[in-house]
């Protein structure tokens, strides 16, 4: 099983930063991307950020410039930097990771519980 735990959230004033990070553990083979999604209030869920295996990203439009994604493949883990925040930005935050858990297994999905980042004066 893989477990994923999301750290870094909380409440910030506009203009600010935070760093969200994702921790994995668990039986893991291999990691094929690594990202962060959020959901706001009374939306749907939505891409914020990935990262595959060989360091390409992608970022929503959204974000972009302001909001960097990173991992330490090492480590299995996956950081979100996020600076120039606004009222806009505040959601629960979910790392996701497409992983396989076996040489034989297929790519799967898996999703941490999510962090609350709150941008607020």
């Known amino acids: 099983q893989v477990q994923l735990v999301e750290s870094g959230g909380g409440l910030v004033q506009p203009g600010g930063s935070l760093r969200l990070s994702c921790a994995t553990s668990g039986s893991i083979f291999s990691i094929n991307a690594m990202g962060w999604y959020r959901q706001c209030p009374g939306k749907e869920r939505e891409l914020v950020a990935t990262?595959?295996?060989?360091?390409?990203?992608n970022y929503a439009d959204f974000v972009r410039g302001r909001f960097t994604i990173s991992r330490d493949n090492a480590k299995n883990t996956v950081h979100l930097q996020m600076s120039s925040l606004t009222l806009e930005d505040t959601a629960v935050y979910y790392c996701k990771v497409v992983a396989r858990v076996s040489v034989l297994s297929g790519l799967s999905n898996y999703w941490g519980q999510g962090t609350q980042v709150t941008v607020s004066s």
């Open positions: 990262i595959i295996s060989g360091g390409g990203t």
